[in-house]
């Protein structure tokens, strides 16, 4: 039975106070988040359009607790309200860049120096020290602008960490062929890679410059040395909404060098131009229909985060079938919508992401996915499928700290575990 209002907290958007705060339904089934500072005034802004059935996205999620998260997110670490564990932990190992991208959470580009490779190592091993064995995200600035960045990876495995990621902008992965390699035989496991759509119209927009050939050529140097490359597009609307569809028939034609997909709509924290009104909006429901409608993907392939929040994202697993149509893996209708713990998040994320080693594909493979014998359907399931995934952060105006209380995208930051949207969180006026 849904609940409405749904009580919560979240902040002042000016001066960041914490206050009480209610998702509202509206007559024509949007969800808004309303809330009031007793010095800037009321503020709603929307974070569902009705476009999906809501009560049955969160279904078996209960509001937030009476009398928790009065003090979120101010002095933030992980405490005894926050219910979830660490799947993937961020450290910025720089803030240099060689972008200026109009739309950046690090603020990269900000800095010319980096923290010295001992102050790294002994954040890494406090990481491991309070989180187990976390999947570890080296990010920035721009990260690989670290000459030294294959030596802090392999520091990481030794110390602990279960698998590493690179969050990049891939201009030196395409450039330098052997730096790719050194960071392989380090130890990575995964490339985050920024990619915005498969035009130069849209990363000129967002990125400054005329970079799509570039990406790709990131994509070949990795697929050349044995790393799974996920597409990471920043989807803001007007600039690549309407691109979302030539982007997953993209992916799909890179297969199996791009292994999935994670589509960030914009969030107003960081360096971002201007300020949000709600047409500027992005939310979840939305960007679930245009995939939908533009990469005919049937909705109820998306599944609600396995790791975070419902709200906070959308998981759909497919088969790419010989003939390059998407078989769909994953459905709500079979869907628990039940939690895995962080461990369990850490070997999905990687069975998905991680680019499985050469092998001979099955000669029985037959041209019609519905006709598949299962060695080749395996074969094809390790090699040729794709995950669709998403994650929608949080700013100042729609933060929702029943949303935070199970966050598992930690940062680290001397020496606290902040989730992702604490720590970026800055007012929006």
Sequence with gaps: MSI????????????????????????????????HCPDHGPFQVPVWQGLADF????LGNEPLAAGNGLHCPNNCGLCTEHESGSCCVLLEVTRRCNLHCRFCFADGGCADSDPSPDTL????????????????????????????????I????????????????????????DYVRRLVEAGLDIVFLQFDGTEDRIFQTLRGAALLQTKLEAI????????????????????????????????????????????????????????????????????????????GIPPESFMPSRCDHPLCGFHADFLINPDSTLRPLSSITHSSHSRGCAKENREYVARHWR???????????KALSDEMDFDTFLYRLRHHSLSLS????????????????????????????????????????
């Design 55 to 58: 009560d049955r996205w969160i």
């Design 390 to 429: 998403s994650m929608v952060f949080q700013d100042a105006m729609n933060l929702n700290i029943e949303r935070l209380h199970r966050c598992t995208l930690h940062v680290y930051d001397e020496g606290k575990i902040k989730p992702f949207c604490a720590k970026y969180l800055t007012p929006i006026r």
């Design 355 to 365: 680019k499985p080693p050469e092998e001979p594909e099955p000669s029985a493979s």
């Design 220 to 295: 070949h140097v990795c697929s050349d040395a044995g790393l799974g490359v996920t597409l990471v597009p920043t989807v803001v609307k007007g600039v690549n909404t309407r691109n979302l569809g030539d982007l997953v028939r993209l992916a799909v034609s890179l297969s199996p060098a791009v292994r999935g997909i994670h589509f960030q709509p914009v969030s107003w924290f960081g360096r971002v131009p201007g300020l949000p009104g709600d047409d500027d909006r992005y939310t979840l429901d939305e960007l679930m229909a245009d995939l939908s409608d533009q990469a």
């Design 121 to 152: 190592r002994d954040s890494i091993r406090e990481i491991v020290r309070q989180c187990g064995e976390p999947l570890l995200q080296f990010s920035g600035g721009e990260p690989t602008l670290r000459d030294d960045l294959p030596e802090l």
């Design 4 to 35: 409405f209002p749904r009580p919560t907290r979240s902040v002042c958007p000016i001066c960041l106070r914490n206050l009480p705060a209610a998702l509202v339904r509206e007559n024509d089934g949007r969800i808004l988040l309303e809330k």
């Design 154 to 177: 392999h520091y990481a495995k030794e110390a602990g960490c279960s698998y590493t990621q690179v969050n990049t902008n891939g201009l030196r992965l395409a450039q330098d062929p």
